[in-house]
């Protein structure tokens, strides 16, 4: 009998991640995962109930890690730069919001783990929401952003930035210089 091959948890989340983007979560299956790592189905169930168990903990894994690098972020004192390395973020992460689009997929009542899993992600997303808001308040209080214009429509064109679609393929960091430009400036001449 041939020996199986082993997998770790990073190459797991990789490949999962991949295939989920290339695919979409109706696309997304133990077989073709395992196909994609070359190891047996059995291997993956090894970890994983069923595919929703897996893709609510690639989620949060994911969000676990954009936390930790905001948290780092919002050490900096001065608001106004710490929003725009939060842009730098989201665009560095954007497939985040490919994640979040197909989060209502998720079935929590699949097992308790999906539910666990779905209630951390919306805590995390309400804090990154809140965060992004007390920086744009304390960036209005310094000055560097206008008090007249509503913090729900600056964290709404911050979180929205990332669906626009990026044609010309500048790269990602350009790409966020020059939306946060486009902010900051406007587009007048």
Same mark, same amino acid.
Do not use: C
């Given at each position: 009998?041939?020996?199986?091959?082993?997998?770790? #948890?990073?190459?797991?989340?990789?490949?999962?991640?991949?295939?989920?983007?290339?695919?979409? /979560?109706?696309?997304?299956?133990?077989?073709? +995962?395992?196909?994609?790592?070359?190891?047996?189905?059995?291997?993956?169930? @090894? /970890?994983?109930?069923?595919?929703?168990? +897996?893709?609510?903990? /690639?989620?949060?894994? !994911?969000?676990?890690?954009?936390?930790?690098?905001?948290?780092?972020? %919002? *050490?900096?004192?001065?608001?106004?730069?710490?929003?725009?390395?939060?842009?730098?973020?989201?665009?560095?992460?954007? $497939?985040?919001?490919?994640? #979040?689009?197909?989060?209502?997929?998720?079935?929590? %009542?699949?097992?308790?783990?999906?539910? @666990?899993? +779905?209630?951390? !992600?919306?805590? *995390? %997303?309400?804090?990154?929401? $809140?965060?992004?808001?007390?920086?744009?308040?304390?960036?209005?209080? =310094?000055?560097? #952003?206008?008090?007249?214009?509503?913090?729900?429509?600056?964290?709404?064109?911050?979180? $929205? %930035?990332? +669906? #626009? $679609?990026?044609?010309?393929?500048?790269?990602?960091? =350009?790409?966020?210089?020059?939306?946060?430009?486009?902010?900051?400036?406007?587009?007048?001449?």
């Amino acid at each position: 009998m041939a020996r199986q091959r082993k997998m770790n #948890i990073p190459e797991l989340m990789e490949a999962t991640e991949s295939l989920l983007l290339e695919k979409g /979560y109706e696309g997304f299956h133990f077989k073709a +995962l395992s196909e994609r790592l070359e190891v047996a189905r059995s291997t993956i169930y @090894e /970890y994983y109930k069923n595919k929703d168990e +897996l893709i609510a903990d /690639y989620m949060t894994m !994911l969000m676990d890690q954009v936390m930790k690098k905001i948290d780092q972020l %919002s *050490q900096q004192p001065d608001a106004f730069l710490t929003l725009k390395d939060l842009l730098y973020l989201f665009m560095e992460y954007s $497939q985040v919001y490919d994640m #979040i689009k197909m989060r209502p997929s998720l079935d929590k %009542s699949s097992s308790s783990i999906v539910k @666990e899993q +779905l209630e951390k !992600l919306d805590a *995390q %997303s309400g804090r990154l929401f $809140q965060l992004l808001m007390m920086l744009i308040e304390k960036a209005k209080k =310094e000055g560097s #952003i206008r008090n007249s214009l509503p913090s729900s429509l600056i964290a709404g064109v911050f979180f $929205q %930035s990332v +669906l #626009i $679609q990026n044609t010309e393929g500048i790269p990602k960091e =350009e790409w966020a210089e020059v939306l946060f430009d486009m902010i900051e400036n406007g587009i007048t001449p």
